[in-house]
């Protein structure tokens, strides 16, 4: 399906492979960490520019709805990994760094579900997704974040270390670090939570360890 406009189908085509091929090029940046972290509220407010460049793109028949939305699914599934992935090494390291640094890539495809959620729970397959992916992100989510407080607070009663030095400074990155997880949490549970409401038969019956389910209805792929 397209949207409502009157693009024509060699339009149609080309256009949803450019805004394809730019989404899967910027994620790819993000992963090789090609964008420094004093760029990354710039990048953010340039990929949403680009999202609701899309977003009328999609209204006028210039983009491939379906296919649009696939490729939104498979990037939110890749990312989220990542994301999990890069947490708990971090966590587990203490080493904090920017927090929206380090969850750029999956900042910028959770902004692109919210904008999309509409079409996104329109259907029923790609709500099976969004919701597959968002459970299996928030459980390992919610466990880092309850040893990152654990070492938070550890931090905060200790003072120093056993050399003498001050944990201030781990403590000040740390907790700037969980102030942009918990946001990033929250997001996640309020998607969850709107999918849910909209197919609560669907969650219901919904599965976590079913392996790998199709991002979209099985007759399309991702270009």
């Not at 599934?77 to 080493?95: D, Q, Y």
């Not at 904090?96 to 999956?106: D, M, P, S, T």
């Not at 959770?110 to 996104?120: G, N, Q, R, S, Y």
Request: proline share 6%; net charge neutral; charged share 25%.
């Amino acid at each position: 399906g397209t949207g409502g406009g009157a693009g024509t189908w060699p339009e149609n085509a080309l256009w949803t492979k450019v805004v394809a091929e730019y989404v899967r090029g910027e994620c790819e940046a993000v992963r090789m960490k090609k964008v420094a972290p004093r760029n990354v509220r710039a990048k953010l407010k340039t990929w949403q520019y680009f999202l609701r460049l899309v977003r009328w793109m999609s209204a006028e028949g210039l983009v491939d709805e379906h296919v649009w939305l696939n490729r939104i699914l498979h990037e939110f599934r890749k990312e989220m990994a990542i994301a999990a992935a890069v947490l708990r090494s971090t966590v587990e390291r203490k080493e904090y760094g920017n927090g929206e640094a380090v969850l750029l890539g999956a900042s910028m495809v959770l902004l692109a579900v919210e904008i999309f959620e509409p079409e996104l729970l329109s259907n029923k397959d790609t709500t099976k997704s969004l919701l597959d992916t968002v459970l299996t992100a928030l459980t390992p989510l919610v466990k880092q974040w309850t040893t990152l407080q654990d070492t938070l607070e550890a931090l905060a009663a200790g003072k120093t270390n056993p050399e003498g030095e001050s944990h201030a400074p781990a403590e000040v990155a740390g907790t700037e670090f969980a102030i942009y997880k918990a946001k990033t949490l929250l997001r996640l549970a309020g998607l969850l939570d709107r999918a849910v409401m909209k197919h609560p038969h669907d969650a219901a019956h919904h599965d976590v360890a079913t392996a790998d389910p199709p991002l979209a209805p099985p007759h399309s792929s991702p270009p």
